[in-house]
């Protein structure tokens, strides 16, 4: 065997073993952990004497509110959305799954992804309000809150709280 042989062979067997698939059974091995996003807050419906201001003063839960999750580009257009229901607390929460944070504005959650009010199961409540930017877009908020799982971590935004309206406050007295 010529030097240029074994060289080429040696070349060869370097190479083949730098593109094998790790050992996952060594215990120095630790796979990189993946890691998913997701939104949650509040919808409440307000009450009649608040009516006006942004004030949250003896609002109740809203059950069944629909809010959307929309998430935009650097160029301002929507490339994910998802919209869910608030629970029997009018507590939503939404994991942002399919979401690639690397196609949107700035590369950070809080700059590219907005909440919104959508609609209230409550006829009694359904007419919308800007509290927190619930019809312009609440903007979602960093609260260092994390959970973890079999090899994944969900990292979790708030938005909110958000509110409807009562359609009908009877007028007040003010004799």
């Given at each position: 065997m010529t030097t240029s042989t074994l060289a080429f062979?040696?070349?060869?067997?370097?190479?083949?073993?730098?593109?094998?698939?790790?050992n996952t059974s060594n215990p120095l091995y630790k796979e990189k952990e993946k890691v998913l996003m997701a939104?949650?807050?509040m919808v409440y419906c307000q009450s009649c004497s608040q009516a006006g201001s942004w004030s949250l003063t003896g609002a109740r839960p809203l059950p069944s509110a629909k809010v959307g999750i929309s998430c935009r580009d650097h160029k301002h257009r929507v490339g994910f959305?998802?919209?869910?229901k608030t629970d029997n607390n009018g507590y939503f929460y939404c994991p942002l799954e399919g979401?690639?944070?690397?196609k949107y504005y700035e590369g950070e959650l809080v700059h590219a992804c907005r909440v919104r009010l959508i609609s209230s199961p409550n006829v009694e409540c359904n007419l919308l309000t800007n509290i927190n930017g619930g019809i312009e877009g609440s903007m979602l908020r960093d609260v260092n809150k994390t959970s973890a799982g079999e090899g994944y971590k969900t990292v979790i935004y708030s938005a909110g709280p958000l509110a409807f309206h009562p359609a009908y406050c009877?007028?007040?007295d003010h004799y």
């Open positions: 062979f040696i070349f060869s067997i370097i190479l083949a073993t730098s593109f094998a698939h790790p939104v949650e807050g959305y998802k919209s869910v979401l690639d944070l690397k009877p007028p007040e």
